[in-house]
């Protein structure tokens, strides 16, 4: 439970299981992000032409090989309105329904562009490369031992960049950021990989909403799964959700290397890997067998949690890996019931420590319950509209910007 120290001065509640302290009024943005807080503001009172449900409403007019529509088949991913423009991903279960839905997608733009007040449609048609399976999927065998590499880090076929999202603890929200990351590179329109390298406690099925094992066609060859626009890969579709992985530190290093090199990524702008915590094998092995273009560190403000952190920044120094920005998450809370802004976790250190090793500090990131919730629902924050999402959407711009992705 969570009280807001500026409601106990005058009337204690206690946080209610939905999050509330009490009834929330009316138009109160919950949680606000700095600068970020309504994209309205930033559009100086600019309302979007159409609704999301408008356009759903469309979309189900959209007519699909099976005899359903876009919305019916469940077709349709990373839906997003900004102004007069207008995105979302098609994403299709294999390349043969791909090929089928290409006029679909023609179909969608024309519809799209006929609403009123809309100039510009973005709609990508996104499917699994390679084969549809044939046989029993593969198995990452206990014990396997990383295979020799020579020659230092190798480039991934089909993948433009790798950046690596890290922490020097646990707790600070990482994998949240990894998946929440992703899903606003690919609203933006990247072509987005997710790779959860966090093989004793993987996430990434849970928060991205997937949870079934990949295929292969040919007993070698892995292929990935597809959630809200992303490929995506993780131990935890390998094993059953309850059972632990006690491996030694050459098996992490094994199927590390298997998920890097027999998972058929396709072609990709970018591969978000979700390390875990610290500065172990799995951080050692991936900068030493790929070629990561950079890193992102994500830590909490206080004190505690930067110790962490520094000795995260100081492993990828030593393995030659830059240090693209560091994100401050759990930056601050807001009352729901009376809009009091109070910083749980101190304000500012990440800030401060980027400035301090010159390096770039991405955003900040509030304390939500939405966020947890949608995590928990399988369906990232940054699917859907409001600050939090807009919050993901400006640090995905950023890379984008910078050419990180």
Same mark, same amino acid.
């Given at each position: 439970?969570?009280?807001?120290?500026?409601?106990?001065?005058?009337?204690?509640?206690?946080?209610?299981?939905?999050?509330?302290?009490?009834?929330?009024?009316?138009?109160?943005?919950?949680?606000?992000?700095?600068?970020?807080?309504?994209?309205?503001?930033?559009?100086?009172?600019?309302?979007?032409?159409?609704?999301?449900?408008?356009?759903?409403?469309?979309?189900?007019?959209?007519?699909?090989?099976?005899?359903?529509?876009?919305?019916?088949?469940?077709?349709?991913?990373?839906?997003?309105?900004?102004?007069?423009?207008?995105?979302?991903?098609?994403?299709?279960?294999?390349?043969?329904?791909?090929?089928?839905?290409?006029?679909?997608?023609?179909?969608? $733009?024309?519809? *799209?562009?006929?609403?009123?007040?809309?100039?510009?449609?973005?709609? !990508?048609?996104?499917?699994?490369?390679?084969?549809?399976?044939?046989?029993? +999927?593969?198995?990452?065998? !206990?014990?396997?031992? +990383?295979?020799?590499?020579?020659?230092?880090?190798?480039?991934?076929?089909?993948?433009?960049?790798?950046?690596?999202?890290?922490?020097?603890?646990?707790?600070?929200?990482?994998?949240?950021? /990894?998946?929440?990351?992703?899903?606003?590179?690919?609203?933006?329109?990247?072509?987005?990989?997710?790779?959860?390298?966090?093989?004793?406690?993987?996430?990434?099925?849970?928060?991205?909403?997937?949870?079934? #094992?990949?295929?292969? +066609?040919?007993?070698?060859?892995?292929?990935?799964?597809? %959630?809200?626009?992303?490929?995506?890969? /993780?131990?935890?579709?390998?094993?059953?959700?309850?059972?632990?992985? =006690?491996?030694?530190?050459?098996?992490?290093?094994?199927?590390?290397?298997?998920?890097? /090199?027999?998972?058929?990524?396709?072609?990709?702008? *970018?591969?978000?890997?979700?390390?875990?915590?610290?500065?172990?094998? !799995?951080?050692?092995?991936?900068?030493?067998?790929?070629?990561?273009?950079?890193?992102?560190?994500?830590?909490?403000?206080?004190? =505690?949690?930067?110790?962490?952190? #520094?000795?995260?920044?100081?492993?990828? %120094?030593?393995?030659?890996?830059?240090?693209?920005?560091?994100?401050?998450?759990? %930056?601050?809370?807001?009352?729901? $019931?009376?809009?009091? $802004?109070?910083?749980?976790?101190?304000?500012?250190? =990440?800030?401060?420590?980027?400035? #301090?090793?010159?390096?770039?500090?991405?955003?900040?990131?509030?304390?939500?319950?939405?966020?947890?919730?949608?995590?928990?629902?399988?369906?990232?924050?940054?699917?859907?509209?409001?600050?939090?999402?807009?919050?993901?959407?400006?640090?995905?711009?950023?890379?984008?910007?910078?050419?990180? %992705?």
């Amino acid at each position: 439970m969570l009280l807001c120290s500026n409601c106990m001065g005058h009337r204690p509640r206690i946080q209610q299981r939905d999050g509330s302290c009490g009834k929330f009024p009316d138009g109160l943005a919950l949680w606000p992000l700095r600068a970020h807080l309504h994209a309205e503001e930033r559009h100086t009172g600019e309302k979007m032409a159409v609704s999301r449900e408008d356009l759903l409403d469309t979309l189900r007019q959209v007519k699909t090989p099976s005899g359903g529509n876009l919305v019916s088949d469940d077709l349709v991913r990373a839906l997003q309105i900004q102004g007069d423009s207008v995105k979302f991903v098609i994403e299709a279960s294999d390349a043969a329904l791909a090929n089928q839905l290409a006029p679909v997608r023609d179909a969608a $733009e024309k519809a *799209v562009l006929g609403l009123p007040g809309i100039a510009t449609a973005s709609i !990508v048609l996104t499917a699994p490369s390679g084969p549809a399976p044939k046989q029993e +999927p593969p198995s990452l065998k !206990v014990g396997r031992h +990383p295979e020799p590499q020579a020659g230092g880090p190798a480039k991934i076929a089909g993948i433009d960049r790798i950046i690596a999202v890290a922490s020097g603890k646990g707790g600070v929200g990482k994998s949240t950021v /990894s998946s929440n990351l992703a899903v606003a590179l690919a609203k933006e329109g990247r072509r987005v990989g997710l790779l959860d390298a966090d093989i004793y406690g993987p996430s990434q099925p849970k928060m991205m909403g997937i949870q079934k #094992r990949p295929s292969s +066609p040919d007993g070698k060859t892995i292929i990935p799964l597809q %959630s809200h626009g992303v490929t995506l890969m /993780s131990i935890g579709f390998m094993v059953e959700p309850e059972k632990a992985v =006690v491996w030694r530190g050459p098996m992490l290093m094994g199927a590390l290397q298997q998920m890097l /090199s027999q998972v058929q990524w396709g072609d990709l702008d *970018v591969l978000i890997i979700d390390l875990p915590p610290g500065t172990g094998d !799995v951080q050692l092995t991936l900068c030493q067998k790929a070629a990561v273009t950079g890193a992102l560190i994500v830590s909490t403000p206080q004190d =505690v949690a930067l110790l962490d952190a #520094r000795k995260a920044i100081d492993m990828f %120094s030593t393995l030659k890996t830059p240090v693209l920005g560091l994100i401050e998450n759990m %930056s601050t809370y807001v009352c729901p $019931e009376c809009g009091h $802004e109070a910083h749980l976790f101190g304000h500012g250190g =990440v800030r401060d420590e980027a400035d #301090r090793l010159g390096v770039p500090f991405l955003g900040e990131l509030p304390l939500s319950l939405d966020v947890r919730l949608a995590g928990d629902a399988g369906q990232p924050i940054a699917l859907g509209d409001g600050p939090m999402a807009e919050a993901y959407g400006h640090l995905a711009r950023r890379l984008i910007g910078g050419g990180m %992705s």
